[in-house]
């Protein structure tokens, strides 16, 4: 408990510090119970021994504790220790797995305020929105938003490089933070995201890998009209056929292949646009560094985030009505 409380907090101090609080409040909970415990066993092993020692009858020191006592007290002692031993290993092996991986340089980078663009971070999300004015002097409030969702255990920020230009384009765009890096279907963020903005009025939802899945699943029992989806496919078929949706994938991606992805088709809206970014994998849906188990690249980062944000771009384009010509 203390070991991987440590861990996570040196290797992921700043991860954790920007993210959803939840992880950082378990991580301390659990390192100052495994003090805690350090010190009960080592007060049980040494002053408890000896407290809890058969004496001899015919000794001056006085038994402390009769048998009975000393096998009521075991008895106490598993019924409350054995519990408390298996919600601490569970809780231990479960943060050691959630250990997030961490946004790269060029992804924090984008997250600072500035060039039109304000950052807000917030407790469960982040934001990013362009601050413009028009000619009378008035600010311009975006009209379409973006609600993206990240992949498990990967760090939000990843996001913030790729999606910065569709803010920059006059979008809102704002990224989930998930408790213990896994966001859960129905979760509240979205929708607290959405009714924080009241001057939007064409929403979208997004998600990377299983945030993808989330997504749509918000998207088929909520009032949004459009979905998006890297590097991802939906866990279930979906009731709404018109839902606005765009899926990008990498070709050479092996952890959501192509198969995949043909799989997810059918539980997809029938005028579902696919973009394939050929000689694309997983982790170059994200600002994270490379991931085990992914494909092998044929083309840079770069290029193919180049592809990403185009394909992104016109997703959102195609979300508002356009203005009627005379």
Same mark, same amino acid.
């Given at each position: +408990?203390?070991?991987?409380?440590?861990?996570?907090?040196?290797?992921?101090?700043?991860?954790?510090?920007?993210?959803? %609080?939840?992880?950082?409040?378990?991580?301390?909970?659990?390192?100052?119970?495994?003090?805690?415990?350090?010190?009960? =066993?080592?007060?049980?092993?040494? !002053?408890?021994?000896?407290?809890?020692?058969?004496?001899?009858? *015919?000794?001056?020191?006085?038994? @402390?504790?009769?048998? &009975?006592?000393?096998?009521?007290?075991?008895?106490?002692?598993?019924?409350?220790?054995?519990?408390?031993?298996?919600?601490?290993?569970?809780?231990?092996?479960?943060?050691?797995? =959630?250990? %997030?991986?961490?946004?790269?340089?060029?992804?924090?980078?984008?997250?600072?305020?500035?060039?039109?663009?304000?950052?807000?971070?917030?407790?469960?999300?982040?934001? +990013?929105?362009?601050?413009?004015?028009?000619?009378?002097?008035?600010?311009?409030?975006?009209?379409?938003?973006?609600?993206?969702?990240?992949?498990?255990?990967? &760090? %939000? @920020?990843?996001?913030?490089?790729?999606? @910065?230009?569709?803010?920059?384009?006059?979008?809102?765009?704002?990224? !989930?933070?998930?408790?213990?890096?896994?966001?859960?279907?129905?979760?509240?963020?979205?929708?607290?995201?959405?009714?924080?903005?009241? *001057?939007?009025?064409?929403?979208?939802?997004?998600?990377?890998?299983?945030?993808?899945? !989330?997504?749509?699943?918000?998207?088929?029992?909520?009032?949004?009209?459009?979905?998006?989806?890297?590097?991802?496919?939906?866990?279930?078929?979906?009731?709404?056929?018109?839902?606005?949706?765009?899926?990008?994938?990498?070709?050479?991606?092996?952890?959501?292949?192509?198969?995949?992805?043909? *799989?997810?088709?059918?539980?997809?809206?029938?005028?579902?646009?696919?973009?394939?970014? &050929?000689?694309?994998?997983?982790?170059?849906?994200?600002?994270?560094?490379?991931?085990?188990?992914?494909?092998?690249?044929?083309?840079? @980062?770069? *290029?193919?985030?180049?592809?990403?944000?185009?394909?992104?771009?016109?997703?959102?384009?195609?979300?508002?009505?356009?203005?009627?010509?005379?």
């Amino acid at each position: +408990m203390v070991g991987v409380s440590v861990w996570l907090l040196w290797s992921r101090w700043s991860v954790l510090l920007n993210g959803q %609080p939840a992880m950082l409040a378990t991580c301390i909970m659990l390192g100052f119970t495994g003090i805690i415990a350090l010190f009960w =066993a080592f007060g049980s092993l040494t !002053v408890g021994a000896r407290y809890d020692a058969y004496v001899d009858d *015919e000794s001056d020191v006085p038994r @402390r504790r009769t048998s &009975d006592q000393l096998r009521r007290r075991a008895r106490i002692r598993i019924a409350l220790g054995v519990p408390a031993l298996v919600i601490c290993v569970a809780l231990t092996a479960g943060l050691a797995w =959630a250990r %997030p991986a961490p946004a790269s340089p060029v992804a924090i980078a984008a997250m600072r305020s500035g060039d039109g663009v304000q950052v807000s971070d917030r407790l469960t999300w982040y934001e +990013m929105k362009k601050v413009a004015k028009n000619a009378k002097g008035q600010t311009v409030q975006p009209r379409v938003g973006l609600v993206f969702v990240p992949a498990p255990r990967v &760090d %939000p @920020r990843a996001y913030a490089n790729i999606l @910065r230009p569709v803010v920059d384009a006059g979008y809102l765009v704002a990224v !989930v933070k998930p408790a213990y890096g896994v966001a859960l279907p129905n979760n509240a963020t979205l929708r607290t995201v959405i009714d924080h903005h009241s *001057e939007v009025r064409y929403w979208a939802v997004g998600g990377n890998d299983s945030g993808g899945a !989330v997504a749509a699943a918000y998207a088929d029992s909520n009032p949004v009209i459009g979905l998006l989806l890297y590097a991802s496919a939906p866990g279930n078929e979906l009731a709404r056929n018109d839902l606005i949706t765009t899926s990008i994938s990498g070709s050479a991606d092996d952890l959501v292949s192509q198969g995949d992805i043909a *799989e997810g088709k059918p539980k997809l809206p029938e005028a579902t646009r696919y973009v394939v970014i &050929d000689g694309g994998i997983h982790a170059y849906f994200g600002d994270y560094g490379d991931q085990s188990g992914d494909g092998a690249p044929s083309l840079s @980062r770069e *290029e193919a985030q180049a592809q990403i944000r185009q394909a992104t771009l016109e997703f959102m384009d195609s979300l508002a009505p356009k203005p009627k010509t005379k």
